[in-house]
Nanobody, 114 residues
Framework: QVQLVESGGGLVQAGGSLRLSCAAS????????IGWYRQAPGKQRELVAR???????NYADSVKGRFTISRDNAKNAVYLQMNSLKPDDTAVYYC????????WGQGTQVTVSS
């Protein structure tokens, strides 16, 4: 089973950028579809982006053109480059399989100030 740990969050002004990292352990990582999810205060967790084992990507409409998901199977890692950040992007960001497994990591907090 793959275990995932998120990092890279922080406080940034609107219009700024952050790069999130997801470090994975487990021999099946390279064949898994991996997603980045987020949960804002008082809202349900939502899928932001996902990437297949071959690098095919999908994005939520709210982040298209601003976020880019990528992966490095040799390093067992998935990344989320976030540009042109908005206050509405403020949330805890998680990585997980897609579809998501029941177990979630601690996530990484992203706060965008206006």
């Amino acid at each position: 089973q793959v275990q995932l740990v998120e990092s890279g969050g922080g406080l940034v002004q609107a219009g700024g950028s952050l790069r999130l990292s997801c470090a994975a352990s487990g021999s099946t990582f390279s064949i898994n579809v991996i997603g980045w999810y987020r949960q804002a205060p008082g809202k349900q967790r939502e899928l932001v982006a996902r990437i297949s084992s071959r690098g095919n990507t999908n994005y939520a409409d709210s982040v298209k053109g601003r976020f880019t998901i990528s992966r490095d199977n040799a390093k067992n890692a998935v990344y989320l480059q976030m540009n042109s950040l908005k206050p509405d992007d403020t949330a805890v960001y998680y990585c997980n399989n897609f579809p998501a497994l029941a177990s979630w990591g601690q996530g990484t907090q992203v706060t965008v100030s206006s």
